[in-house]
Nanobody, 118 residues
Framework: QGQLVEAGGGLVQAGGSLRLSCAAS????????MGWFRQAPGKEREFVAH????????YYADSVKGRFTISRDNAKNTVYLQMNSLKPEDTAVYYC???????????WGQGTQVTVSS
């Protein structure tokens, strides 16, 4: 069983919303910064969003800023990615990651597919 398990992916029409979740078995969960990445077919994996240990700081890729929101619930050992105003170019496999900073991730989930139809 993985240490990070994503859920919530699926098929949605352009303009719609999805909420991804990532349940972590890493302990203590509050000791890890968390991030979301995505990889579209034929493209390299790219950064989407990051949240600090306490959730007090967040960072986003320019392509999702204003549409996506990352959050975490340390009591539930879960990180979320709320995705609004989805576009076909958001179609990708979305991965959850845990680490110690925005540039240092050591644990990865198996990914969840998000498909946005036009």
């Amino acid at each position: 069983q993985g240490q990070l398990v994503e859920a919530g992916g699926g098929l949605v029409q352009a303009g719609g919303s999805l909420r991804l979740s990532c349940a972590a078995s890493l302990r203590p969960f509050s000791g890890y910064a968390m991030g979301w990445f995505r990889q579209a077919p034929g493209k390299e994996r790219e950064f989407v969003a990051h949240i600090s240990l306490s959730g007090g700081s967040t960072y986003y890729a320019d392509s999702v800023k204003g549409r996506f929101t990352i959050s975490r619930d340390n009591a539930k050992n879960t990180v979320y990615l709320q995705m609004n105003s989805l576009k076909p170019e958001d179609t990708a496999v979305y991965y959850c990651a845990a680490g110690y900073s925005r540039v240092s991730y050591h644990h990865w989930g198996q990914g969840t597919q998000v498909t946005v139809s036009s």
